[in-house]
């Protein structure tokens, strides 16, 4: 057993990430985590049965799918000896089940993982109100249909109107704040305009526009097919003629009339699935694999609830101090965007001088990321942020940018729903 095994990253694919239009999508969450992992399974020189282990990230598990890991193992054909298990920590899920799978390895006790992530949005449940399961659960005590009766007279309207669960679930429990809620306090604090954040929302509709034109996200995104036949094949919420003025007329969503934080530059509402093949050097030896890259470090970081969205600043401050890198040796970025305001407040943290003195304990301000590293084809503003996959997306996707780019080491990280985040350390082999 060794502790100190260098892990890579071999191969990944992801689905197109599927914008939420009011009702269930064609695919589950294990739906498309086997639309795209048949493709990625199908172009490796191994058996499917090769593999140590299976982990999967889900945030919104439905009930006819009960660990998702296990069940997608099993439809993808892996064997009825694979072990598989689901990991959740909110927005960091997909990127979780890479960590675990890094120190699996790392550790020795693992050669061969494939670690995902996948969400449905759209199947997220409707939820019955509290004063509703209470009157459900009477009837279901009394004593005879007299007593059913008599308590017919308790019924009230809101009864039949069911909670959507993904509301709740972007709630902060402590805090009772929404996440676009703790980005409105961001913006505040650190003067994030409208302006600023809608110019961020059309700049990441722009270059994910620019990066399916040009074809730079083939072989990333492998197309999935409904049970009728119908094919998708790219990520559908993207707005190639977002314009300043379009998202001007859009009203805040959770600070009315005042807030910045708008539907147009939000994360969108997705469903989607991503997959990440690691392997040990044996590995990679004895099944012929090549190598994209290797896992260097990752981190993660808590805060308060209420300001969750600064959880990128302090795990990869964090990071990067224990591996003695500067801010200049760092090519290329990924922060997933929940929202617009919330990545310019990191942004904005990194160059305040106090704030990296007193919270980072730098002895300076870390300084500006220049906005041609970060997050070069877009983001969740753009593409959506399926939660449970976009920790994975935005690993895999910062690997594929830097091999296309020339780029050799890299951040992919992310703010975490009730006040963490998460980020992990990749160079190109």
Known sequence: MSGDRPVYIVDGARTPFLKVRGGPGPFTPVDLAVQC???LLARQPLARNAFDLVILGCVNVIADEMNPARVAALRLGMGEDMVAFTVQINCGSGMQSIDTAYRYIRDGSADLVLAGGAEALSHAPLVLRKSAVEWYAG???????????????DVKADFFKPVIGLERGLTDPITDLSMGQTAEILAHRFDISREKADRYAMESHHRLANAQEKGWLDGEVEPAFDRDGAAYDKDD????????ESLAKLSPAFEKPYGKVTPGNSSQITDGASWLILASEDAVRQHGLEPLAVIRDSQWSALDPSVMGLGPVLCSTEMMTRNALTREQIDLWEINEAFAA??????????DETFCREVLGLPEAFGAIDRDSLNVDGGAVALGHPVGTSGNRIVLHLVQAMSRLGKKRGIATECIGGGLGGAMLVEMV
């Open 37 to 39: 992992g048949r493709p």
């Open 139 to 153: 009837m279901a005590r009394a004593k005879g249909p007299l007593e059913r009766v008599s308590m017919m007279t």
């Open 237 to 244: 919420g993207v707005r190639p003629d977002s314009s300043m």
């Open 342 to 351: 919330q990545v310019l407040a990191c942004l904005a943290a990194w160059e």
